[in-house]
T-cell receptor, first 113, second 112 residues
Framework: DAEITQSPRHKITETGRQVTLACHQT?????MFWYRQDLGHGLRLIHY???????NKGEVSDGYSVSRSNTEDLPLTLESAASSQTSVYFC????????????FGPGTRLTVL | AQSVTQPDIHITVSEGASLELRCNYS??????LFWYVQSPGQGLQLLLK??????LVQGIKGFEAEFKRSQSSFNLRKPSVHWSDAAEYFC??????????FGSGTRLSIRP
């Protein structure tokens, strides 16, 4: 069955370190998204991609970057982790047409000390 | 700009009782509307979606939602809740660029 996976599931890091969260999907979807989930805020869009070599900034992109070198993967990098980036991160993917369902990964809980 | 409001942060209902979760949206055109559910420690799962046509939409797990354009609402309903329905529920609006804006969520607790 097609799926979307994230790794690691839990990560503890220190302020100032670079951190990369992995997202891999086997749906062969063109669209991929990264969200962060914080209490009281729901899910907020960090970055998204419509295909290989395409990346776009979302609502809360400061301090994050992504790259899309193939269809299956969209890694999220925190260049210099800050305590404000402690959160649960979700990756999602969807087919190209507007209004299609996004399929979500299980999430990564990141703690920045 | 598009936005989604879920006015209820936390709702508790008795098992077997009916449920209605409220959602209001702001969007300039006919919206794509979604309801997702998140069980503790899990990702989000789609319950149902509305694009056009019949304003009453049926979803999985016995849920339904009604689109009311005049009220800019898309409320989620279930006639009889089960203890397994305890979860976080998110209303969302999608745009023509395939992005989705989520509401802040409503946590549902079930009273035995």
């Amino acid at each position: 069955d097609a799926e979307i996976t994230q790794s690691p599931r839990h990560k503890i890091t220190e302020t100032g370190r670079q951190v990369t969260l992995a997202c891999h999907q086997t749906w062969n979807h063109n669209n991929m998204f990264w969200y962060r989930q914080d209490l009281g805020h729901g899910l907020r869009l960090i970055h998204y991609s419509y295909g290989v070599q395409d990346t776009n900034k979302g609502e809360v992109s400061d301090g994050y970057s992504v790259s899309r070198s193939n269809t299956e993967d969209l890694p999220l990098t925190l260049e210099s982790a800050a305590s404000s980036q402690t959160s649960v991160y979700f990756c999602a993917s969807s087919e190209g047409l507007a209004g299609n369902e996004q399929f979500f990964g299980p999430g990564t809980r990141l703690t920045v000390l | 700009a598009q936005s989604v409001t879920q006015p209820d942060i936390h709702i508790t209902v008795s098992e077997g009782a009916s449920l209605e979760l409220r959602c209001n949206y702001s969007y300039g055109a006919t919206p794509y509307l979604f309801w997702y559910v998140q069980s503790p420690g899990q990702g989000l799962q789609l319950l149902l979606k509305y694009f056009s046509g019949d304003t009453l939409v049926q979803g999985i797990k016995g849920f339904e939602a009604e689109f009311k354009r005049s009220q800019s609402s898309f409320n989620l309903r279930k006639p009889s809740v089960h203890w397994s329905d305890a979860a976080e529920y998110f209303c969302a609006v999608g745009d023509k660029a395939s992005k989705i804006i989520f509401g802040s969520g409503t946590r549902l607790s079930i009273r035995p």
